[in-house]
């Protein structure tokens, strides 16, 4: 009987953290519930055993918003590696023997970095494990993290000027900057531009919000220079479309760049530092044996290793 009770209150014990951890990463009991497939109030008495048996406070309830308190953030920093664990045993067990025969891979990524920067090793990883159910979410930016922190996809794979502080980026591939015009455009009779001479021309940029136009302001700015955007739109291969219709120039990646485009390309090494394309990850994260496989995948592909 000890037995089974000792085997009970262990069963219990990760039932609670699971509870916890999962209300900690959706922001939301009902969330939790929802995703845990139990009753709302399972879980608010989950939370409630776990406060009472280590005689603490996990979060400051000011209506429907939970936040951690600073005991919450220490069993969270505990229990969310165990639970992981516990719930990835089976597919860790079949990594150790060289086994990736099921589960599931969730990658986020803007659509350019889906088109030009991720094909080949996600050619690769479905060709070498056709077991495991893999999706990309095409999501950039606030989104992109937004579902990193919540631990709805493995990691992204994008291009990040401003790490936040509960993230890792890890560069993996790195291209040049490109300008394009249309064939019949003044500067397409010229190999190599200056900045200024870019700036007399409405440029097609993606969203504001997005890393690129970020890169353009603050070179242009260190030039004391401006620029005219003529229009926002997102995306490499609708940006070179609208290029080729002569609505506008644009500085581009090289890797976006097939040489099928009706465009005359010419190279802005001089102005733009090379674009950075690399893994977001959060601090702290526990990746699946199928997600660590995909990043050594990736770093092959690109001829680069693993900062750790």
């Given at each position: 009987?000890?037995?089974?009770?000792?085997?009970?209150?262990?069963?219990?014990?990760?039932?609670?953290?699971?509870?916890?951890?999962?209300?900690?990463?959706?922001?939301?009991v009902t969330q939790a519930a929802?995703?845990?497939?139990?009753?709302?109030?399972?879980?608010?008495?989950?939370?409630?055993?776990?406060?009472?048996?280590?005689?603490?406070?996990?979060?400051?309830?000011?209506?429907?918003?939970?936040?951690?308190?600073?005991?919450?953030?220490?069993?969270?920093?505990?229990?969310?590696?165990?639970?992981?664990?516990?719930?990835?045993?089976?597919?860790?067990?079949?990594?150790?023997?060289?086994?990736?025969?099921?589960?599931?891979?969730?990658?986020?990524?803007?659509?350019?970095?889906?088109?030009?920067?991720?094909?080949?090793?996600?050619?690769?990883?479905?060709?070498?494990?056709?077991?495991?159910?893999?999706?990309?979410?095409?999501?950039?930016?606030?989104?992109?993290?937004?579902?990193?922190r919540a631990d709805e996809i493995?990691?992204?794979?994008?291009?990040?000027?401003?790490?936040?502080?509960?993230?890792?980026?890890?560069?993996?591939?790195?291209?040049?900057?490109?300008?394009?015009?249309?064939?019949?455009?003044?500067?397409?009779?010229?190999?190599?531009?200056?900045?200024?001479?870019?700036?007399?021309?409405?440029?097609?940029?993606?969203?504001?919000?997005?890393?690129?136009?970020?890169?353009?302001?603050?070179?242009?700015?260190?030039?004391?220079?401006?620029?005219?955007?003529?229009?926002?739109?997102?995306?490499?291969?609708?940006?070179?479309?609208?290029?080729?219709?002569?609505?506008?120039?644009?500085?581009?990646?090289?890797?976006?760049?097939?040489?099928?485009?009706?465009?005359?390309?010419?190279?802005?090494?001089?102005?733009?530092?090379?674009?950075?394309?690399?893994?977001?990850?959060?601090?702290?994260?526990?990746?699946?044996?199928?997600?660590?496989?995909?990043?050594?995948?990736?770093?092959?592909?690109?001829?680069?290793?693993?900062?750790?």
């Open positions: 009987m000890a037995k089974d009770g000792q085997a009970y209150y262990k069963d219990s014990r990760i039932k609670q953290m699971r509870a916890f951890c999962e209300v900690v990463r959706s922001g939301s929802q995703k845990l497939f139990i009753s709302q109030p399972s879980v608010t008495l989950q939370i409630q055993a776990l406060e009472r048996e280590l005689n603490v406070t996990l979060f400051e309830r000011r209506g429907p918003v939970l936040k951690l308190t600073p005991d919450g953030e220490s069993l969270y920093a505990l229990a969310e590696p165990l639970v992981k664990g516990v719930d990835g045993l089976q597919e860790n067990f079949a990594a150790l023997h060289g086994r990736l025969e099921s589960g599931e891979l969730n990658i986020g990524a803007g659509e350019s970095t889906i088109l030009y920067v991720l094909p080949e090793a996600v050619r690769r990883f479905v060709a070498s494990y056709p077991g495991i159910h893999t999706k990309l979410h095409n999501v950039t930016g606030r989104d992109g993290l937004k579902m990193l493995d990691f992204a794979v994008g291009s990040m000027l401003e790490v936040p502080d509960d993230i890792i980026y890890e560069p993996v591939a790195m291209f040049d900057p490109v300008l394009i015009v249309p064939l019949d455009h003044p500067l397409a009779a010229y190999d190599e531009v200056t900045l200024e001479a870019v700036s007399q021309y409405g440029m097609i940029l993606p969203p504001r919000h997005l890393s690129t136009w970020n890169i353009v302001k603050y070179v242009f700015q260190q030039h004391n220079l401006t620029f005219k955007v003529t229009l926002e739109a997102g995306g490499w291969e609708v940006i070179k479309k609208y290029v080729e219709l002569g609505m506008g120039i644009s500085i581009v990646t090289a890797i976006c760049l097939t040489g099928s485009e009706k465009l005359k390309c010419i190279p802005l090494k001089e102005y733009f530092p090379q674009r950075g394309y690399g893994l977001v990850l959060r601090k702290g994260k526990f990746l699946s044996p199928q997600a660590r496989r995909f990043v050594e995948l990736l770093h092959e592909v690109y001829g680069t290793a693993p900062s750790t």
